[in-house]
């Protein structure tokens, strides 16, 4: 059994590697305090969210 993350996939849209990031999350429309870390495509600007970052968005 392997263990993988966002950080391991491709972009969906372009195909590239994707970069971890830390953003503030106001940044994203978020009302939460601090940065929170998100998948970026440096090709494309595509952001995804894994899922340790929406359970905190989230609460
Ligand atoms: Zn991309």
């Not at 969906?12 to 929170?36: H, N, Q």
């Amino acid at each position: 059994m392997s263990v993988t993350n966002e950080y391991d996939l491709d972009c969906a849209t372009c195909g590239s590697a994707l970069t971890k990031r830390e953003v503030a999350a106001k940044a994203l429309g978020f009302t939460a305090p601090g940065e929170v870390e998100i998948a970026e495509c440096s090709e494309c600007g595509g952001r995804y969210f894994p899922d340790a970052t929406l359970r905190r968005l989230s609460t």
